[in-house]
């Protein structure tokens, strides 16, 4: 009774004291952060400057050729369709310069997120002790609410597009490591000792073996970073990244129900768009 | 088997303890504590205590015993992929253990190759791929690979197929790629790690026969895991059985069958199937030929008469199976006084190789009146199978080499 009435009077923990004190610390690393807002900042309008060199149709055009490229072997009219529509319809509400915005910071933070991601996953399934590091890191990065990424992201690397991506990325890399590791671990022994008693060198084992293999739950896991990126557009709107989320936001700001869930359909329809293209990517594809 | 022949694998002391505690275990097993003991006392399990065999080369060497008696753990140290606890190997008298990764994957690449139980082949690939994948990582141009692996499918058996998948084929196909990926990098030695086993019994014969074809013309020095004797009896030029970890016997499949070392081995070969293991060439007796070229009726009446058979087996000079005739025709003919007996010879006599097992005859001997012959290549005769013969080999006599 006495130490659980001596565990109440402790002072409480200066938490959050400690964490400000560490942003603070990084923040005089200027020069650094400067540089990697550059960086991102020059992927985000590279994309962005393609997207408004090509005119709305030919836009259109190319994502129906690319759908119809992608699903060659088994194709999906209706999905083409509702691509078609749903472009049209963003178009017709005047939402398409948001969307491209939208779509720009999705495409940069997915990018991102599986250039760090994919070495993170396939060093974790070679290292057990990468792996019992990353874990719990993974678990703490996809669990802290995305909200709470904003603060120091504005912090460090000022309001825009770029603090949006490094939000983004933060939330939504876990599942590409995490299914990255898994394809690689689920990797049959017998394709390991095969590829091993032939006399591939590790690099060889990695690229003509195991990542072929875990195609598949590799591309599961970007498929489900992207997913995770666009949900994070409106909430990186806060901090001035433009879009579609932009467009919510104000919208809730202003009590606009109907302004809000037309925006908010065009995110949906950015989304199957999106999610429908990277699973038929997922989808072993063979020669005849 | 003949002591003439080089040593190409000789393993020294080869032992693998997995776990801790691994020095407690090893003494252990040197106080002659066996596996079970030794695990309960210090949680490592023994997976191979000191085996030492020689294995030459070109010979086919099976190496058997039930699960658990070490023999898959056996044959990746022979190429490394699991490290041994102690003891050597040695290929071509260099120590793989004591070589580094580069010189190690070499080994690989150009000296052994490996079969596996179920196979082991890239699904994402197609068969021709697959087929290349041993010179494709040793930087072989596109042009020699793909013509090296189309030789090595034509040597199996499979062509045809080279764009489809290995889900597309059945198990038995699966092996032959499997078998033509090992043999397209032109190893000397091939480790087959029950190669066989995941596959139907009559795929499984056939493989197994396929293997004997090609060792026939390319000669490797073959290691074979198994854990059925039959097979092991089929195809092995020498055999070594393995119980719980240890080597228990070293030998030709005869030695086995007649000098079984203990009782272990004993119970293991009471279960053979003897059908399988004997061949034509155990079980066939001389037969009475005349030589058409030397003998007229009369003269072959009077052998048949003086060896009391009704059917004689014609030759030629060369000893070539011309065909039987029956001692009734030849009567006959006698009687008609006529001096040939050509147009009496049936020519239609059923015929065999020394080398076939006998319960792939076992149907056609029961029904046929006419004894088997047995032939070489060239057709010429070397014996004949009977009814009673068989059945007495069967029943485990020995065959007599007279009628």
């Not at chain 1, 005047?94 to 915005?101: C, G, K, L, S, V």
């Not at chain 2, 504590?33 to 191979?48: H, M, N, P, Q």
């Not at chain 2, 030695?189 to 390319?218: G, K, V, W, Y």
Request: proline residues 4%.
């Amino acid at each position: 009774m006495n130490s659980l009435l001596l565990l109440g009077s402790i002072p409480k923990l200066p938490l959050a004291n400690w964490i400000d004190g560490f942003v603070d610390w990084l923040v005089q690393f200027t020069g650094f952060f400067n540089a990697v807002t550059n960086f991102i900042g020059s992927i985000n309008n590279a994309f962005q400057w393609v997207f408004d060199a090509l005119p709305i149709w030919l836009f259109i055009v190319l994502i129906l050729a690319l759908t119809y490229y992608v699903n060659r072997d088994k194709q999906n009219w209706s999905l083409l369709i509702f691509e078609f529509l749903g472009l049209l319809l963003i178009w017709n509400l005047n939402y398409w310069r948001d969307m491209t915005q939208t779509l720009t910071l999705v495409l940069t933070s997915s990018l991102i997120a599986l250039v760090i991601g994919i070495p993170l996953g396939i060093l974790m399934a070679k290292s057990h002790i990468a792996e019992v590091i990353l874990k719990p890191i993974l678990d703490f990065m996809q669990t802290m609410p995305a909200f709470v990424y904003l603060i120091p992201a504005v912090a460090l690397f000022g309001i825009g597009m770029v603090p949006g991506i490094v939000a983004s990325v933060i939330f939504a890399m876990p599942p590409t490591v995490r299914m990255t590791n898994m394809g690689i671990r689920e990797v049959p022994d017998e394709l390991i000792e095969a590829a091993d008693s032939f006399g591939s060198t590790e690099w060889q084992k990695l690229f003509k073996v195991e990542l072929p293999i875990a195609k598949t739950s590799l591309m599961a896991g970007v498929n489900q970073s992207m997913m995770l990126s666009l949900s994070m557009v409106v909430i990186a709107s806060m901090i001035g990244a433009m879009g579609l989320g932009t467009k919510v936001y104000f919208a809730v700001g202003r009590n606009d129900a109907g302004n809000g869930f037309a925006a908010g359909l065009a995110i949906v329809i950015l989304a199957i768009i999106l999610d429908r293209l990277t699973q038929s990517l997922t989808r072993t594809r063979r020669k005849n | 088997m003949s002591t003439n022949k080089s040593t190409k694998v000789e393993v020294k002391n080869l032992t693998k303890i997995f776990g801790k505690r691994i020095a407690k275990a090893k003494e252990l097993s040197r106080q002659g504590k066996d596996k079970s003991e030794i695990l309960k006392e210090t949680g490592a399990t023994v997976g191979v205590d000191r085996a030492d065999f020689k294995i030459y080369d070109g010979e086919i060497f099976v190496i058997m015993g039930l699960s658990g008696s070490g023999k898959s753990t056996l044959v990746r140290m022979i190429n490394r992929l699991i490290d041994p606890t102690e003891g050597e190997v040695l290929i071509d008298g260099e120590n793989v253990m004591k070589m580094d990764k580069k010189k190690l994957r070499d080994v690989r690449r150009k000296k052994m190759s490996m079969v596996f139980q179920n196979f082991g082949l890239l699904p994402n690939r197609t068969i021709l791929e697959n087929a290349e994948y041993g010179l494709e990582i040793q930087g072989v141009d596109k042009d020699t690979r793909e013509k090296k692996a189309n030789e090595a499918l034509e040597t199996v058996g499979i062509t045809g197929y080279n764009e489809e998948y290995p889900d597309q084929l059945s198990g038995g196909m699966q092996q032959r790629v499997g078998l033509a990926r090992a043999l397209a990098n032109d190893p000397e030695i091939l480790l087959m790690d029950e190669a066989f086993s995941a596959l139907d019994p009559l795929n499984r014969t056939d493989m197994q026969d396929q293997l004997l074809d090609i060792q026939d013309r390319l000669h490797k020095t073959i290691i074979f895991i198994s854990h059925d004797l039959n097979e092991a009896l089929k195809i092995g030029d020498r055999i070594m059985i393995m119980k719980d970890a240890r080597v228990i016997q070293t030998g030709t499949p005869e030695d086995i069958l007649t000098h079984p070392a203990n009782e272990y081995v004993e119970n293991f070969i009471e279960n053979v199937d003897r059908s399988k293991v004997l061949t034509a060439g155990n079980v066939m007796i001389r037969p009475m030929t005349i030589n058409i070229e030397k003998a007229g009726p009369r003269l072959t009446l009077k052998m048949m008469k003086a060896n009391e058979v009704s059917t004689a087996y014609i030759v030629n000079n060369e000893r070539k199976l011309i065909g039987v005739v029956d001692a009734n025709d030849v009567i006959k003919l006698v009687r008609e006084k006529k001096g040939d007996i050509t147009p009496i010879i049936q020519t239609k006599v059923p015929t065999t190789d020394e080398d076939t097992p006998i319960s792939d005859l076992m149907d056609d001997i029961s029904q046929t009146g006419i004894p088997f012959a047995v032939v070489n290549d060239k057709r010429q005769l070397k014996g004949i199978i009977v009814r009673g013969a068989v059945l007495g080999a069967l029943a485990g006599n020995e065959v007599s080499d007279f009628e």
